[in-house]
C-alpha cells in the first residue's frame, strides 16, 4: 500500500512559478514510476509529468514542456514539480500518481495509486 499526498498548491499570476511535492509512505520509493496528472473543472483528468524509476528519465506533456521540470528525491520519498512560466490554462486540480511499471507511460488507468491532489490557480 502505497500513500502520496501533494502539497505547494496556491494562487498565482499568470508568468509566476509554484513548486509542487508529493510525498510518499513506502520503504520502496525508489522503485516507483511516478506522474503527475492534472484535472480542470469539466474535463478528463489529464497526464503532465512522469519520473521513471531508477534512471530518472522523464516524460512531459506537449503542453508543458519547457515549463514544468519533474524531479525526485529517493531519501525524503518526494516528487517535485517546478513549473514556471504559468499560464491560465494550466489552473486544475494537480494529483501525483504512482505505478511499478518497467517504463514510464501517460495513461491514467495504469497508475494505481493516487494523492487527493492539491489546487493550482493561475490567474490573468
Known amino acids: 500500500q502505497v500513500q502520496l499526498v501533494e502539497s505547494g498548491g496556491g494562487v498565482v499570476q499568470a508568468g509566476g512559478s509554484l513548486r509542487l511535492s508529493c510525498t510518499a509512505s513506502?520503504?520502496?520509493?525508489?522503485?516507483?514510476?511516478i506522474a503527475w496528472f492534472r484535472q480542470a473543472p469539466g474535463k478528463e483528468r489529464e497526464f503532465v509529468a512522469a519520473?521513471?524509476?531508477?534512471?530518472?528519465?522523464?516524460l512531459y506533456a506537449d503542453s508543458v514542456k519547457g515549463r514544468f521540470t519533474i524531479s525526485r528525491d529517493n531519501a525524503k520519498k518526494t516528487v517535485d514539480l517546478e513549473m514556471t512560466s504559468l499560464k491560465p490554462e494550466d489552473t486544475a486540480v494537480y494529483y501525483c500518481?504512482?505505478?511499478?511499471?518497467?517504463?514510464?507511460?501517460?495513461?491514467?488507468?495504469?497508475?494505481?495509486?493516487w494523492g487527493q491532489g492539491t489546487q493550482v490557480t493561475v490567474s490573468s
Open positions: 500518481a504512482a505505478d511499478t511499471s518497467i517504463g514510464i507511460v501517460r495513461e491514467r488507468e495504469k497508475y494505481k495509486y
Open positions: 513506502t520503504r520502496a520509493f525508489s522503485g516507483y514510476n
Open positions: 519520473i521513471r524509476r531508477t534512471t530518472s528519465t522523464t
